[in-house]
């Protein structure tokens, strides 16, 4: 079955960079749309920056300018790269994905990966 694993999280200083992956592992499918969500303690889960098959970019106006995302079709994966980071971007990043095979399209998401920002 399909599987998202994310890895790269971690703690950092704030001013500090961070860059984290997600890989779609499985066969028998194709990825469409890839994106990045995060929920701080306490909080909702929000958009942080979506990545089309197009190479089309979406960002939060919160982390425009600071974040980069990006994906690896060949490898089924897609990054963040994470700049200038600060203590408000503590939370917990989790992948998501669109994913097709021959007889279904579903939306999977992967378990989550923690991210620490410290002051």
């Known amino acids: 079955q399909v599987q998202l694993v994310e890895s790269g999280g971690g703690l950092v200083q704030a001013g500090g960079s961070l860059r984290i992956s997600c890989a779609a592992s499985?066969?028998?499918?194709?990825?469409?749309?890839m994106g990045w969500y995060r929920q701080a303690q306490g909080k909702q889960r929000d958009l942080v920056a979506t990545?089309?098959?197009?190479?089309?970019?979406n960002y939060a106006d919160s982390v425009k300018g600071r974040f980069t995302i990006s994906r690896d079709n060949a490898q089924n994966t897609v990054f963040l790269q994470m700049n200038g980071l600060k203590p408000e971007d503590t939370a917990v990043y989790y992948c998501?994905?669109?994913?097709?095979?021959?007889?279904?399209?579903?939306?999977?998401w992967g378990q989550g990966t923690q991210v620490t920002v410290s002051s």
């Open positions: 998501n994905a669109v994913v097709k095979s021959s007889a279904w399209i579903k939306t999977f």
């Open positions: 499985g066969n028998g499918f194709s990825i469409n749309n």
């Open positions: 990545i089309t098959n197009g190479d089309r970019t």
